[in-house]
């Protein structure tokens, strides 16, 4: 599996497991099935309720905890100095282990309606230079950030002197975030998909379904495979094995530069219907 450097020197694997309801009624066994199918990147969060899932995985799979690539992230509603270095703390505890290799503020601003919505600003900046004294501590590897768009970034670019290392955020054709990538890209800051395939939203999609016949694969391993070769982290999930080994093959096809820009130039289609800035639309 390829590997790409980031910004702070360490390497992280081109493709995870998103465990964001992996384990939601299915119970614990997707987790050891996506280490069997070969993932050793694998995502989750203090709100998915399964880091312990995650971390029991890990130890039962038998394989040394410095082959995986663990990133959780900070609630939303925990921003803050304070609450950042006690729920790392946490999560170090519910995943049973020493240090986690990304650690990201989830979203940069609290749920839309509490009373400290509008007050961002500071919560970003108390929580990001505490989660800079846990790196250098040791209890994190690389920080990070995810849905956060340019003017959240600059606002702790203007405000510490470390970049962030990756930032997540829903990318998929039809959903491609042109400003907040183009921003990244600038800064040295790697891009991290979630909701790479858009949760079954693109499989009515005209242009891809005539893209993805041409190269005889399905529409979600047709978004896998331009996210890939856009460069971009892509963290898909299935609870099915076959699936899950079929995700991690990305360099079995190159999509031609005509029809990437044929992906590219699409129409906005399958979004999700969160945004940091404002109330939660789902769709």
Not at 126 to 147: D, T
Not at 150 to 170: F, G, K, R
Not at 214 to 224: A, D, M, R, T
Request: aromatic content about 8%; overall charge negative; glycine content about 6%.
């Amino acid at each position: 599996m390829r590997n790409i450097i980031l910004n702070d020197g360490n390497k992280i694997p081109m493709v995870g497991f998103g465990t964001y309801k992996a384990t939601d009624g299915t119970g614990y066994e997707v987790v050891p099935d996506a280490i069997k199918a070969g993932y050793r990147l694998l995502d989750t969060a203090k709100v998915y309720e399964n880091e312990e899932d995650v971390g029991r995985a890990i130890k039962k799979s038998g394989i040394p905890r410095e082959e995986f690539f663990i990133t959780s992230k900070l609630d939303r509603n925990m921003l803050g100095y304070e609450n950042a270095k006690s729920e790392l703390e946490k999560s170090l505890k519910r995943l049973k282990t020493d240090y986690i290799d990304l650690y990201l503020l989830h979203w940069p601003r609290p749920d839309y309606g509490k009373s400290d919505f509008d007050d961002w600003k500071k919560l970003d900046i108390e929580s990001w230079k505490a989660l800079i004294e846990m790196q250098k501590e040791g209890k994190i590897k690389s920080i990070g950030v995810s849905n956060f768009l340019p003017h959240h970034l600059q606002n702790l670019l203007n405000h510490t002197d470390v970049v962030p290392a990756i930032n997540q955020l829903e990318l998929h054709p039809g959903y491609m975030q042109n400003c907040a990538c183009e921003f990244c890209k600038t800064h040295g800051i790697a891009l991290q998909a979630w909701s790479p395939i858009g949760r079954g939203r693109l499989n009515e999609s005209m242009i891809l379904e005539s893209i993805a016949d041409k190269y005889h694969v399905s529409i979600p391993h047709l978004c896998l495979v331009y996210l890939h070769q856009e460069n971009i982290i892509v963290l898909p999930k299935s609870s099915n094995f076959e699936r899950m080994k079929e995700n991690m093959i990305l360099d079995d096809i190159a999509i031609s530069e005509e029809d990437m820009w044929k992906i590219r130039t699409m129409p906005q289609v399958g979004w999700g219907g969160e945004h940091p800035d404002c109330e939660r639309i789902y769709l």
